[in-house]
């Protein structure tokens, strides 16, 4: 059974940058899809960002496009959240899930989730 790892996450200045890694382990992503959830303290968790691991398609939450990019690397076997530019509001646990058949933004198609990392921004 395929497990996710993430690593990456931190406390960065509002402006900075960081990259997050959900790594597999015990199997690899196949034809599915990866996504990147996050969850901010007394809210639900909410899309981010997703990839077709086959392909390459992607998908992007209105409220990252144009700071963030979803990028996957065969070799690694790791999908990669490189988040440019981050706010206050990016502050949450960031969650990596996979085997969703596309880049969908809904969390019940991915069947395996990751424990997560926290990024902090402060203003």
């Known amino acids: 059974q395929v497990q996710l790892v993430e690593s990456g996450g931190g406390l960065v200045q509002a402006g900075g940058s960081l990259r997050l890694s959900c790594a597999a382990s015990g199997g690899t992503f196949s034809d599915y899809a990866v996504g990147w959830f996050r969850q901010a303290p007394g809210k639900e968790r909410e899309f981010v960002a997703a990839?077709?691991?086959?392909?390459?398609?992607?998908n992007y939450a209105d409220s990252v496009k144009g700071r963030f990019t979803i990028s996957r690397d065969n070799v690694k076997n790791a999908v990669f959240l490189q988040m440019n530019s981050l706010k206050y509001e990016d502050t949450a646990v960031y969650y990596c899930?996979?085997?969703?058949?596309?880049?969908?933004?809904?969390?019940?198609?991915?069947?395996?989730w990751g424990q997560g990392t926290q990024v902090t921004v402060s203003s």
């Open positions: 990839i077709r691991w086959s392909v390459g398609s992607t």
């Open positions: 899930a996979a085997g969703a058949p596309l880049a969908t933004m809904r969390q019940g198609a991915y069947r395996t």
